[in-house]
Each structure stands twice: as C-alpha cells, then as structure tokens.
C-alpha cells in the first residue's frame, strides 16, 4: 500500500538532496512500508496473496507486543533477527557503513565481497562479522555486519570458493578472474595440448593448422582470436581432439586423397594382416606378428577407449590410451616405436573379460564417505582392486580407486552414479 513521489533536485550549491512528496495518509501508510515491501510479493507456499499478508501483519502485531513487554533492546533484537523468517529465499545484511546488502540464503562472506566489488572479492583474505573473525564458509545471518579483510599480496580466489559461494554473481567472476588471470598459461597449455594430439595422431600441424582453417574454429566456437581457442584448450573449455579433428576434416576437404592401385593393393593386404593378428586380449595390433600384447598400469585402457601400441624392449607391446601422459611425453626419437592398434569388433569376439581401471575421485572428506563409495561399487557388482586416499589440511582430498570393468560405457555409468554421493566434487580417470 505504499505510495509516495520520489525525486532528486541539486541545489545552486551543487549539493544533491531527495524529496518525497505525500499526503498524510500515505504518509501514515508509509510508515508500515515492510508492510507495503509484502504487498507485492507472492506467497512461496501456494496460499493467497491476501491470507499470506494477513498472516505477516499479525506477525508484526506481535513484534509489537514484544516491543512493549521487554525492557531489554538487545534481547528484543536477538529475538526479532531469530523470529524473521519472512525472507526465507534472502538474507539481508550490512556494511560496516550501514549499507543494506540482499543476498541469496545461504549467502557467505565471499558472497558478500564480490556483490561489493569484483576487486574486493579478488583480495579478500577474511572476514569478521559483528566485530568477529569467522571462516569463510560461515553462514551470513540476517542483520550482521560484516566487514571484509583485504590484502595487496592476496594471490586471488581459491578454485575451492566455486563450492562455497551460493550467488551466481559470485561465481561467475571468481570463474571469469581464472580465465583472466592464467590466459597466457592457458594460451601456452592449449598450444602444446594440441600439438601433442597432433603428434600421438600422426597429424601434420603445419598442413592443418592454416590460417583458413584456424579461422574457421574460430567462428565456429565464437572466438575472437586463436589465441583465445587455445586458452580455452588450456583451461578445459575445449578438447584438443576436437578442435585437430575438425581442423582434419577440413584440410581433407580441400585436398581429396588420390587412391592408386597400390594403394588398395596395400590396404587389401593389411586387412588381411588384421584379420589373422590378435593378441588374445581383444587387440587387433597392426602389422606385427608373434609378439606378446599387455595393458599398460598407467592409464589403464578399457574396451571403447582409443588405444595405441608401443613395442618395448623385450616386453611386447605395451597398450596405452592415446590421452596417456606416458604416450603423449615419448620423446620424438622414440616415437617409430608407437604402433597402430585397436579393439577387436565386440561382435566378434566370444571372451567376456575384465579390464583393471583407475578413478580419481576428488571430495571434501566427511564421516563415511569412504563407506559410501564402497558401498555404491559393491552394490554395482564391482570388485575393487585398490583404495588409496589423500586428504589434506583444508578437508579436500582425492580418492584413488582401482576396480574390474568391462568396457568403457560400464564404467561411464559407474562414474555418473559415483558423482551423486554426497561430498564428491570431481571424478578423473588417470592418464599416466
């Protein structure tokens, strides 16, 4: 029911002053304006507008009552903040000025710095609410005052936060600070990303890589520059595959393979190869015969992941995924030692065997965390081969499980049952 006229006029000083402008009855109603806020707010609960301000009016009634019975303010005022739940979705709260900040419930004291400034939350290094030092992680309450603690050799936000904060405003520049902040690593990260797929793919960079075609990535995934797209490889945006294989196809469009008669006489010849070698374990090994194939510790390959052979001394051929670290770090005079290999068509092979994989689960450690993970493989039927963890001071840590999968689709499905226990942040296959 509020109504008034509101405007700002300066002075011949300069000065800028606000008039508000009513007649004595809206004044009087502008007195109860938190009733007036209510006016224009739906009921959360299904229940009319009307009965739910209803509801709130004798609410402030009994404020009221309150008020007349204690003689103590701060009693008053620690049985007001308690009772104001009316804004249940918000939390209000002020600046050590008197300054009223609405944020999201659940709201912390970083919620609280960016929602100042982006360069506030970038620097803070703590907090003190009502004149007292709190974590970071503390619950902002309804009338506290906080005051946010600041340092010029603060190293910036932690990736930690992004679990803390509850405002999307927040998140977004603690995410927009990273990009920011490590663009040239990125840049650099990207750019050798690429090349080593470029290399494990037996892709020629210089052929690929053209102007015409950067250029067409660039338009496709809407980026300004190449730069940019290899920022975006460097920090995860983008998968190095994706952006060479299109390149690839382009390249290959423009210059259409010739096939001669040699050719299919050679491709004839190594089908035929194909077909008659196999290494007992559903691996079709390109080109070698008689020589013993084993499945590489380091990344563990399963059935649907690409794979790549490396021919090691005296020990057959190693089987590695093709984003293995170990793979991908081969110095390039080694590198005619990596062979072509792939899994046999599952139509074809009658063996239904079991293939050891790794997981890295990264958490923020609870009581029976472990418990549950276990709990949930179990009940999957997974036979687990090891479990090492690591936590650290701060409560976050990593789970290193080792279990027996069939192929690559079981254990997505493992993964995307694992990442709803609770405390999980991120899961990781290991690469080396």
Not at 254 to 271: A, F, L, M
Request: charged residues 30%; proline residues 3%.
């Amino acid at each position: 029911m509020y109504q008034s006229i509101h405007t700002t006029l300066i002075g011949s000083s300069g000065q800028p002053f606000e008039v508000q402008i009513r007649t004595w009855e809206m004044h009087k109603a502008a007195e109860f304006g938190i009733a007036a806020h209510w006016k224009y707010k739906v009921a959360s609960d299904g229940k009319k507008v009307e009965d739910s301000e209803e509801e709130k009016l004798a609410w402030l009634r009994e404020v009221l009552e309150w008020q007349q019975e204690m003689s103590d303010n701060k009693e008053f005022m620690s049985l007001l903040k308690s009772d104001l739940d009316l804004f249940s979705d918000s939390v209000y709260c002020f600046t050590p000025k008197g300054e009223v900040k609405n944020l999201p419930a659940g709201s912390t004291p970083i919620d609280f710095a960016y929602s100042i400034h982006s360069a506030v939350g970038n620097r803070m290094i703590g907090a003190r609410v009502n004149g007292r030092l709190v974590t970071i992680d503390y619950e902002i309450k309804n009338g506290d005052i906080i005051e946010i603690m600041t340092s010029q050799n603060s190293k910036g936000p932690s990736r930690d936060w992004l679990n803390v904060v509850k405002s999307t405003q927040a998140k977004n520049k603690i995410n927009q600070w990273f990009k920011n902040e490590f663009k040239e690593e990125n840049i650099t990260r990207g750019r050798e990303m690429l090349i080593a797929y470029c290399k494990a793919k037996l892709l020629d960079m210089n052929e690929i890589g053209a102007p015409k075609y950067r250029e067409a990535i660039q338009r496709k995934y809407g980026f300004r520059d190449w730069d940019s797209v290899l920022a975006a490889i460097g920090h995860g945006g983008l998968k190095e595959g994706q952006i060479a294989n299109r390149m690839q196809e382009l390249y290959e469009k423009d210059h259409p393979k010739v096939v001669s008669d040699e050719d299919i006489i050679r491709e004839t010849n190594e089908q035929n190869r194909r077909n008659n070698i196999h290494s007992g374990n559903g691996i079709v090994v390109k080109g070698i015969h008689d020589l013993a194939v084993r499945f590489s510790k380091c990344c563990a390959p399963v059935p649907g992941d690409e794979i790549i052979g490396f021919v090691t001394r005296g020990r057959g051929i190693s089987i590695h995924r093709t984003d293995c670290v170990n793979i991908l770090s081969i110095p390039e005079t080694e590198r005619n030692r990596i062979i072509e290999a792939e899994w046999e068509d599952s139509a074809s092979v009658s063996r239904e065997g079991k293939y050891s994989a790794e997981i890295k689960i990264v958490v923020n450690n609870r009581p029976a965390l472990l418990a549950d993970i276990t709990r949930l493989l179990s009940e999957a039927g997974i036979s687990i081969l090891a479990l090492n963890t690591n936590m650290g001071k701060t409560g976050v840590g990593t789970v290193a499980v080792s279990f027996e999968i069939g192929n690559r689709e079981e254990l997505e499905q493992i993964i995307t049952k694992l990442r709803t226990v609770e405390s999980v942040i991120d899961i990781t296959r290991t690469t080396g």
